[in-house]
């Protein structure tokens, strides 16, 4: 529903990621001000590539440091360029500068710095800024005049900064809380053992034997990535059923092999897969994948995480008990980011300022436990709840406010590379055929790429 405008809001951002930037430049463009607090020393969440992880204590042993971003050092982009940019705002090439479709990081946080520079969104970031606590200013009334208390403090700074703001967004991604599996005598080896989320580069495992747990898009790409320099990787995944692109992988690199599940580690550095074989390893990498986590927030309960399931939310965004007052962009995974980060911070602000109505409260609710059955009944864990691999999805989700539905081209590209990285792992991002090139001419003629104002 669209209603009149109504009254400005003091709204807090936490993260300055790519969900979080949009989502400033959203709410400051519907009449809102915004106040964006980072932890980090400059904007970028996930994509500001942080390469000191590591640090001894006085008796030697490795501990990692506290640090946010998964980047590793080599690591590209899994989809092509033209597909992630902004409605407003594409990922184009630009002068000496990664030109490839599939870049580096590097190039993506470029683009975000870019982004930033562009809507002169600066001024809203307070960097180097760690929030420590978000509560109710007054948790007995959860009408709409609800106001939230913020607590942060400045990197290396001994006094906590406390305001009040009428809402509250959270857009700390979901890529920084390591998930671990729970596997026999874990405990008892003694050997290293490391999340993906810590690794950077290969050159600390050359000569090793390597246990990589996980087979998913991060497992298969350490995997190419160390089997270069290891003595042996072994790659333990839950089935033996490969895609084509993984199978060419392994028969081309001898000292890579595919095993079964761990069933169990021992303390003399045997590790034990579910196959009966058996390896003295060096390093076990576990690409398990990630938990969401909001050590910060306190709702007294009512929005929680419940194997990996954040709820309940409403449409992935809003707890009905406290909407709109607080809210949540880039939970949902498994679908073309940027476009769909920049229709749920559209959605956010104009609910917000009275653009736009929530349903009620019961409903609300009632569409979140059909969306739950749903997933029941399609057979998807709870712990996948927000995988939404769904283009219909996005368009529908766009409709709350407006936004433009994904376009043809940009679908088909999203799929092109999921099924040629499928076939060929580690080819698919520099090499591609007649129908992508045919697609990517409909992307450089579409409002996109044409209708724009000129980028710096």
Known sequence: MVLDRGQSKNVCVIGAGSSGLVAARELRKEGHTVVVLEQNHDIGGQWLYEPNVEAEDPLGRTKYLNVHSSMYDS????????????????????????????????????????????????????????????????????????????????????????????????AIGHYSHPRLPSIKGMDAWKRRQIHSHVYRVPEPFTNETVVIVGN????????????????????????????????????????????????????????????????????????????YSFPFLDTKGIVGVDDNRVGPLFEHTFPPSLAPSLSFIGVPRKLIGFPFFESQAKWIAQVLNGKRRLPSYDDMMLSIKEFYRSRELAGIRKSDTHDIADFEYCDRYADYSDSPHLEEWRKMLCKSSIVNYLTDMETYRDSWGDDDNELLQQAFQSPHFTQLEPQP
């Open 216 to 291: 998913s898009q991060s497992g298969n790409d350490l995997s190419m990535e160390i089997v270069k320099v290891a003595k042996e990787v072994y790659l333990s995944a839950k089935s033996l059923d490969i895609t084509e692109g993984l199978s060419k992988v392994i028969s081309k690199h001898r000292n890579l092999h595919l095993r079964l599940q761990i069933e169990s580690l021992h303390e003399d550095g045997r590790v034990q897969f579910e196959d009966g074989s058996c390896v003295i390893a060096d390093t076990i990498i576990y690409c398990t994948g990630y938990s």
């Open 75 to 170: 690591l590209r982009t899994a989809s092509p360029r033209e597909i992630m940019g902004f409605t407003d705002f594409p990922f184009l090439v630009k002068k000496n500068r990664d030109s490839r479709r599939y870049p580096g990081h590097k190039e993506l946080w470029l683009y975000l710095k870019d982004f930033c520079e562009y809507f002169g969104l600066k001024e809203m970031i307070r960097l180097n800024t760690r929030v420590e606590y978000v509560g109710m200013l007054d948790y007995g009334d959860f009408g709409k005049d609800l106001k939230w208390v913020v607590k942060s403090r400045e990197k290396n700074g001994e006094k906590t900064v406390e305001q009040v703001f009428d809402a509250v967004v959270v």
